[in-house]
């Protein structure tokens, strides 16, 4: 599961590399930093989500999506917002 993931990770990684470079972008430090915080806080959320319901706690599971599936949701759409209206600005 872990191998899978981490190829659609640097899959969507390298997208967004070839994507900034192809469209002449940058990201500043601080919206690389919050990018990849939501996303190792969603593979936080995702490991414990699987855990959780492998061992047939579904209430926790829940929680897990609620306490630190929200807020990383919240931090990628952060960093994207910024990216997108400070492109946009320029």
């Known amino acids: 599961m872990w191998f ?3 190829l659609i990770v640097g899959a969507l990684i390298l997208g967004v590399v ?3 470079k192809r469209n002449n ?5 601080y919206e690389w930093v919050i ?3 939501g996303l190792a806080l969603l593979l936080f959320t995702i490991q414990n989500f699987i855990g959780s ?4 706690e579904s209430k926790a599971a829940s929680m897990f999506l609620l306490v630190t599936g929200l807020p990383s949701l919240i931090l990628l759409a952060l ?5 997108a209206r400070r492109t946009k600005r320029a």
Do not use: P, T
């Open 79 to 83: 960093a994207w917002q910024l990216a």
């Open 53 to 56: 319901f492998a061992e047939l």
């Open 18 to 20: 070839w994507m900034l």
């Open 4 to 6: 899978i993931i981490g």
């Open 35 to 37: 990018g990849l915080a």
């Open 25 to 29: 972008a940058s990201l500043s430090w």
